[in-house]
């Protein structure tokens, strides 16, 4: 079915006032309802996701280990490798 949204916009501006709080709650309602739905559907893809899974994985053990970087220590790593990797 497909909506005319000028004729939706004109309906709403004749809603009287006392009706407007619901309307606007029900809209509320079915964009959360939208929301979840997506983000039900993007956990579903992510929990499938063998590569992410080992990633998060490794970086429990890395924090258990206590294998963390700061961030200027991680880019200082970075810059090392890079600057290594140029002269290879």
Same mark, same amino acid.
Do not use: P, W
């Given at each position: 079915m497909i909506?005319?949204?000028?004729?939706?916009?004109?309906?709403?501006d004749i809603v009287p006032e006392q009706d407007a709080l619901?309307?606007?709650?029900?809209?509320?309602?079915?964009? %959360?309802? !939208?929301?979840k739905r997506q983000l039900s559907s993007d956990e579903d893809l992510l929990s499938e996701d063998k590569s992410?899974?080992?990633?998060?994985i490794k970086? !429990?053990?890395d924090r258990l280990e206590?294998? *963390?970087? %700061?961030?200027?220590?991680?880019?200082s790593? *970075?810059?090392q490798k890079l600057f290594i990797g140029k002269d290879e």
């Open positions: 909506v005319n949204r000028d004729e939706l916009k004109s309906m709403i619901e309307l606007y709650n029900f809209l509320d309602y079915l964009n %959360t309802k !939208r929301e992410l899974i080992h990633q998060i970086s !429990r053990e206590g294998r *963390l970087y %700061t961030q200027e220590s991680g880019l790593y *970075l810059r």
